[in-house]
């Protein structure tokens, strides 16, 4: 079935980049998601990238998509303490409609 | 543009009882998507409707319901609360709530059944 996974922990210096991983099993998939989550808060998009697409960038945020391995990261430059949150890797595949699959969370703590 | 509202915010129910969750979408969203998130299980898919009607559904029992008004706006209900639904309910609302469409997220109803 499908499945989602991260790492679920990463701490990092200030003004370090980051890099959080995640690998996915579903090859339809059409997008995939990064979201943010802060202490107490709901989700927040941060970016996507299409699946015919090997990288997108957005200001600070670089994501790299490997489809062929079904690896996807996002680099997260000069890193700063309100980045600090759980970043969430989500797929949408064909015909899943509002379907979205998550991975389990990282963890990201940057450090002064 | 107004973003994703669920209310209530906060809720604490005693086992047995039912509860009623509201989410309004972004103005001209018609999609509308309901996510369970516990620490053990992570985010989990409910369901989604489209157009007053459930077009995907995740694998819970049947306790979890829902439905889709004709502005769009959806509400949850789960019966018979157990301790275990003790939950952030998190709903998404999307354009037309096709796989191409991004999904953006409310602040979530936090529910704890005592």
């Known amino acids: 079935g499908e499945d989602v996974e991260q790492s679920l922990f990463l701490s990092v210096r200030e003004g370090d980049s980051s890099v959080i991983n995640c690998t996915y099993t579903?090859?339809?998939?059409?997008?995939l998601y990064w979201y943010k989550q802060e202490p107490g808060a709901g989700l927040q998009l941060l970016t996507y990238i299409f699946s015919n697409m090997d990288m997108k960038q957005d200001q600070r945020l670089t994501v790299l998509l490997n489809k062929k391995d079904k690896h996807l990261s996002l680099r997260i430059a000069d890193t700063q303490t309100g980045d600090s949150a759980i970043y969430f890797c989500?797929?949408?595949?064909?015909?899943?409609?509002?379907?979205?699959?998550f991975g389990q969370g990282t963890e990201l703590s940057v450090k002064p | 543009k107004a973003g994703v509202t669920q209310t209530p915010r906060y809720l604490i129910k005693t086992r047995g009882q039912q509860v009623t969750l509201s989410c309004s979408p972004i103005?001209?969203?018609?999609?509308v998507s309901w996510y369970q998130q516990t620490p053990g299980q992570g985010l989990q898919f409910l369901f989604e409707y489209f157009s007053e009607t459930q077009r995907n559904k995740g694998n819970f029992p049947g306790r979890f319901s829902g439905r889709q008004f004709s502005n769009s706006r959806s509400e949850m209900n789960v019966s018979t609360l157990e301790l275990g639904d003790s939950a952030l309910y998190l709903c998404?609302?999307?354009?037309?709530?096709?796989?191409?469409?991004?999904?953006?997220f409310g602040p979530g109803t936090r529910l704890t059944v005592l």
């Open positions: 998404a609302s999307s354009l037309g709530g096709i796989s191409t469409d991004t999904q953006y």
């Open positions: 989500a797929e949408s595949g064909d015909n899943q409609g509002g379907k979205l699959i």
């Open positions: 579903d090859s339809s998939s059409t997008y």
């Open positions: 103005s001209g969203h018609r999609s």
